[in-house]
Nanobody, 126 residues
Framework: VQLQACGGGLVQAGGSLNLSCSASGLTFRSYAIGWFRQAPGKEREFVAG????????NYVDSVKGRFTISRANAKFTVYLQMNSLELEDAAVYYCAAAQRSYVAYAPRILNEYTFWGQGTQVTVSS
C-alpha cells in the first residue's frame, strides 16, 4: 500500500494550496481518508476526514470554512483545498487511510488509521 501526498509549498498568509493524496495497493473505495498535520514541536493532529463514499466529511474547528476535503474514487485520490491560509497552518501534512468497508464515517483519531503517506510541507509566510 502506498499513499503519496503532494501539493505542499510556500505560500503567503491568505493564499491557497491544493494538496492531493494518491493511493495504490488498496481497495480505495473501502477506506476513509484523513488529513493530519504536524508542526515542529507539536503532536500530529487531525485536520479533515472523508468517508469512503465521500458523503461523510468532518474538519477540525480551526479549518472549518477555509479547507475543503474531497475525493475522486475513480482516480484513487483525495484532495485538500486550503484557502485563507494562516501562519498557524504551517506544518507537514500527512494523508492516511482507515478501512471502513461498511460504514461511511471518517475517524478523527490518529491510531485508527492504518496506512500513512510520507507528508508534504506547507509553509506560510507573513
Amino acid at each position: 500500500v502506498q499513499l503519496q501526498a503532494c501539493g505542499g509549498g510556500l505560500v503567503q498568509a491568505g493564499g491557497s494550496l491544493n494538496l492531493s493524496c494518491s493511493a495504490s495497493g488498496l481497495t480505495f473505495r473501502s477506506y476513509a481518508i484523513g488529513w493530519f498535520r504536524q508542526a515542529p514541536g507539536k503532536e500530529r493532529e487531525f485536520v479533515a476526514g472523508i468517508g469512503r463514499n465521500g458523503n461523510y466529511i468532518n474538519y477540525v474547528d480551526s479549518v472549518k470554512g477555509r479547507f475543503t476535503i474531497s475525493r475522486a474514487n475513480a482516480k484513487f485520490t483525495v484532495y485538500l483545498q486550503m484557502n485563507s491560509l494562516e501562519l498557524e497552518d504551517a506544518a507537514v501534512y500527512y494523508c492516511a487511510a482507515a478501512q471502513r468497508s461498511y460504514v461511511a464515517y471518517a475517524p478523527r483519531i490518529l491510531n485508527e488509521y492504518t496506512f500513512w503517506g510520507q507528508g508534504t510541507q506547507v509553509t506560510v509566510s507573513s
